[in-house]
C-alpha cells in the first residue's frame, strides 16, 4: 500500500501566529502544508493571495508547499505561486483556464501541476489532462469553507481516479483529497488509494496534533 500522509490546510490556523503555527506543524513531523487561495468568485469566500504565501514560505524552505487555486482564472496567478516557492500547484478543472495551457505553464515554472475536482465532477473529467497530471486532488465538499462535512463516498472517486491514472501509465502521480478529513473519512481515504489526506479543523483543533498527523502512517 502506498504511503499516506496528513496535509494540514492553513486555512484554519490562527493568522495572528502563522509561522509559530507552522513551526508546530514542522516540529510535530509534519511535511507538506496546504494553501488554500480563495477568490470571492469561483467560491464565494476570500482568503488570501500570495504575499501571505511568501512570508511563511521562506520561513520553512524544507518543507512542501502546495497552492489549491479556487480562483476563476488560475492561468493569470501560477506564476506569482511559483515564484514565491510552492513546490505544486493545483488549479481546478472548472475554472476558466484550468486546462492543458495552464498544466504546461505550471511545469515551465519548474513546480509540480495538480488539477482538483469539485464533488459533482466526475473522475473521468481529468482523462484529457492526464498526461500532464502530477496530482488530482478531489474534494469531498464543495470548495470554499473549512470545517464542512465530508461527502459521502468520496472515496469511491478517489479509487476512480487512482484507476485512471494507474491505466494511463501515470503510477507515479499522486492522488489527495480535501474536505471533511478526519480520522474515520481519512481512513476510507487511505484504503481507496489516497495518499495525501489534506485536513484543516482536524488537525488545528486537535490537542493532540502530532498524533493525527501520524495516524495513517
Ligand atoms: C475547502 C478547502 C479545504 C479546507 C479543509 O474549500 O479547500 O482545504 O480548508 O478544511 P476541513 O479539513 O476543515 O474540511
Ligand atoms: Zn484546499
Redesign the pocket.
Known sequence: MRKTIVAP?I??ADFSKLGEEIANLRDAGCERI?V?V?DGQF?P?ISFGAPVVKQVRKMFPDMIFDA?L?IIDPIKYVEDFAKIGCDIIIVHIESLSGGRECLEKIHSLGCKAGISIKPKTPAEAILPLVDLLDEVLV?S????????S?IEGSEQKIAEVRKILDENGKQDAIVSV????NDETGMLCKNAGCEVL??????FGATNREERLHLFD
Open positions: 490546510s486555512l484554519s496546504h488554500d480563495m467560491v469566500n489549491h479556487m474534494m465538499v464543495e470548495p470554499g469553507f473549512g470545517g464542512q465530508y480535501d474536505g471533511g478529513i489534506v485536513a484543516g479543523s482536524w488537525i
